[in-house]
DNA sequence: TCTTTTCTTGAGCGATCAATCAAAAATTAG
DNA sequence: CTAATTTTTGATTGATCGCTCAAGAAAAGA
């Protein structure tokens, strides 16, 4: 009958997380498109039909990618800040200040996979380009939402443009994972994350 | 002999500044690799043949639809703010507010081409890649020496960090065009400029 | 007219793309 | 042990990639 059972069958003979890390690695620094099966496998260091029968193909590699992308340290310190802070302002600050820090960290590929993976797609990946562009507008829509709930208690002033002051921050940090990728160290940065937060409309 | 002579010969068929003009809107819309040399024959009604003999190869044609794109209204309104503003916060101001109103504007592809054409490269494409960083790298620091001279000028304070404050106008621009191709409007922009123009160190 | 030059046409080049297949290998169940 | 199940291997698929070539067509020069 249909098995599906995990413990029968030859065992797969690489670690399927470091194999994931590897690709989340490629996709971070040249993109879908320009990132080939190719590409994966070598550094994966599996061939193709290991590739296909562990992530079923390129586009489903890449969204567990993005996923598992998400669950960095470099990947999910923005979600992270939104979590963690007690206020609107302090949300924002931490997101540019660490921004500066994250982005041009030589640790790792430059910027920001969400912003600058599927930005060139060809018409027949434009289902990928949608998935990432869905998933920045979901976190702006977070952050406003977040903005907002920082109004509602008081640590944003009920006149601020809550809307506005989250497209300003979104705005600021897509430019900042662009400027790393050119080159911009984090003290530059962290100089534009200042400006960027002396907008704010601080209560204190 | 060599020839050399431009009115010897079969005629060229086609128009030349219309074909390249084609060529712009497809690497606008979906950039470098993205864009084939059969999407692009298809578009600029030629063959493959024509096109090779009128523009070198993918490459020489994209650098030259980079620099037909400067001249056009919407991709050569960032350096006409430069050359044509009496003072640096005036030079700043319609770089911003322009770029609301340009990036998202339907009549052509939204955003920047300079800053999102070649953001997802192969291996063997990198030179595209650094064609378009270093272009946005020497915009970075003319705009620099434009704010340098502002400064000299007495229209932005002496302490004003001239190279944070470009770095962050250059950061929101290219934050705009990222955010006009996820569907910000002109709208929603506007307000985002007015938000980075509210950090200038102004003397009126 | 006849030659020379340049462009267009249509076919097709080798390389690479994502993806697949059959067979061998490695495991568990009985 | 044998049978069933799953993965790995190595070769290979059809499609598309950027690009080129030979032949024909359209112009100018002599």
Known sequence: MLAMDKTRGRPRTFDREAA???????????GFEATSVGDLTQAMGIRPASLYAA????KALFKEAVEAYGRTEAGGFLARAMEEEPTAYQVVARMLREAAQVYPDPSHPAGCLTISAATNVTVQDVEIGT??????NANLVALEERLRRGQEEGDLPEGADVGALASFVATVIQGMSQQARDGAGSAELARVAELALSVWPRST
Request: proline content about 0%; hydrophobic content about 50%; overall charge neutral.
């Open 131 to 136: 998935f990432l562009r869905d998933l920045r």
């Open 55 to 58: 992530f079923g193909d390129k």
């Open 20 to 30: 994931l890390g590897s690709a989340v690695l490629l996709f971070w620094e040249h």
